[in-house]
């Protein structure tokens, strides 16, 4: 007896325990043991199902289901069935295990159930399929407007909920960049800008970059709580959206009903928020991609334009001249030497300045002593030249790819002319290192700082140059201590 009881017993903890539903049916298909797991998946108390058949806990129970269960009882198999259901204001989704369990004698005395509930792996798939959309509009080029959108469409639709936004962040106010709204009201239209004064859900994730609801704007302060309000909408949810691992804004949905959200719902708004901020970010680069091939071409086209003023207003009026005194002189030659050879001499002097200039000008484009000597001596040239004093510290010893060479030797170069311009230094260090892959390019003043990477095109153009090598270039300037420009470059491995 004691051994019948410590089985029972130990049953027991094993159908308390259990993380899924389990339950026993007798052959009229009657509860006669669950756990509370498959019980609150059903909504009712263990109590309620015992005693009572399946189909009238489960009135909705598929009909094809329910045959099967009956043919288990004469010698069925087993089978497995997905379902869905919506409990606690949630869509969920279970599947069962059905089988049948057969006594000492071989004869099949009730159905066993097991209930799994993967609703978490539905919503992952669904997440995975929005985001492969939103993905595919990325991939084809779409304006940033358009996939911000998708991102609004996709999330009102996973979540089932009326309205859904994204939303972007700036230093002191947030804009709706993609919002649906089905109700058809248009409360907030895309482009509206929201102020973080008063509390807002978009204010707490703003402030803790987690996660936040509001349940009820009755007596919060704030305009956005008073446009709530007015609006009709009883809560709010939302999750930040994390670009290259800075907050880039927040997703939202809003609800009318009397009942809150959902509890969980964050949850799921936290999952998708951090697969669109990889589909923001993916965007956003190409955007930016766009319009750095854009400026190198206007910057290549405008580089051609100066070239051509240059040669034809200073080396090309330089050469036009001297073929005209040499031609003076070949005519002076023989009846007045004196004066050919002045004309010779003013000749000569011409080609010379021509030469100067012609010079200044390949200097411009690529260093002759850069190709010749590698970029420590053309380094050295440019500090020698520099009205500031310029201290070469640590320099690579080896020759670099030639493309990797000039654009240390152009990061450098512009960094030289804004300290010259703007910084107000007494002296300025250079180093270029390579490691773990990759040239470091670092020119560093001590001036009064606050330089800004973003005006100027001289900056800029040094960016796309070395963002075009698949490299990257920063810009630290902290007001009154001075700034470090620093590029890094990849560089495939030596061979040998």
């Not at 288990?72 to 369990?101: F, H, K, Q």
């Not at 000569?348 to 300045?353: N, S």
Request: charged content about 25%.
């Amino acid at each position: 007896m004691e051994d019948v009881l410590d089985e029972t017993a130990l049953l027991e903890t094993l159908l308390a325990s259990a993380p899924v539903g389990i339950g026993f049916l007798d052959r009229e298909l009657r509860f006669v043991r669950l756990n509370e797991t498959l019980a609150a998946a059903n909504s009712r108390s263990r109590e309620q199902h015992l005693g009572r058949r399946i189909d009238e806990i489960w009135p909705e129970i598929p009909a094809g289901l329910l045959r099967a269960l009956e043919d288990m009882l004469d010698g069925g198999c087993a089978v497995n069935y997905e379902v869905a259901s919506r409990l606690g204001g949630r869509d969920r989704w279970a599947v069962g295990t059905y089988y049948p369990i057969a006594g000492a004698d071989g004869v099949v005395a009730g159905v066993g159930i097991i209930v799994t509930d993967i609703t978490r792996r539905k919503q992952m798939e669904d997440e995975q399929t929005a985001l492969r959309r939103v993905a595919t509009l990325v991939a084809q080029e779409a304006e940033p407007e358009e996939v911000f959108q998708s991102v609004a469409e996709e999330l009102a639709e996973l979540t089932r909920t009326i309205t859904a936004s994204l939303i972007r962040f700036d230093e002191t106010s947030a804009t709706i960049v993609g919002r649906v709204d089905r109700s058809g009201e248009n409360t907030f239209p895309i482009g509206t800008v929201l102020t973080f004064e008063g509390d807002s859900v978009i204010r707490r994730i703003r402030d803790t970059g987690r996660p936040a609801r509001i349940d009820s704007y009755k007596g919060l302060p704030g305009r956005i709580a008073e446009q709530m309000r007015q609006f009709g909408y009883s809560s709010v949810a939302g999750a930040p959206v994390t670009v290259a691992g800075t907050l880039w804004g927040a997703v939202l949905v809003e609800s009318r009903d009397p009942e809150p959200l959902a509890l969980g719902v964050e949850d799921q708004l936290t999952q998708f928020g951090e697969l669109v901020g990889q589909a923001v970010a993916n965007a956003e680069a190409r955007t930016d991609l766009r319009a750095s091939r854009a400026r190198i071409v206007e910057a290549g086209d405008s580089e051609r334009r100066r070239l051509e003023r240059n040669l034809h207003d200073g080396a090309q009026q330089r050469l036009v001249t001297l073929s005209l005194a040499l031609r003076l002189a070949a005519a002076r030659v023989e009846d007045d030497p004196p004066q050919a050879r002045v004309l010779l001499g003013q000749a000569a002097e011409e080609l010379a300045q021509a030469l100067a200039e012609l010079r200044e000008l390949a200097r411009g484009i690529h260093p002759a002593v850069l190709s010749d000597r590698g970029l420590a001596p053309a380094l050295e040239s440019l500090a020698e030249r520099a009205p500031v004093p310029v201290r070469i510290g640590e320099m690579v010893e080896e020759r670099l790819p030639e493309q990797v060479e000039a654009a240390a030797y152009f990061v450098v170069a512009e960094a030289l002319t804004n300290v010259v311009k703007y910084a107000r230094a007494a002296s300025v260090e250079v180093r270029v290192k390579r490691a773990n892959g990759r040239a470091l390019i670092e020119v560093i003043d001590d001036g009064v700082g606050g330089a800004d990477a973003s005006a100027g095109s001289g900056l800029r153009g040094l960016a796309d140059r070395v963002e075009a090598l698949g490299g990257r270039l920063d810009v630290e300037s902290p007001p009154g201590s001075g700034t470090t420009l620093s590029a890094s470059i990849p560089v495939a491995p030596s061979s040998g």
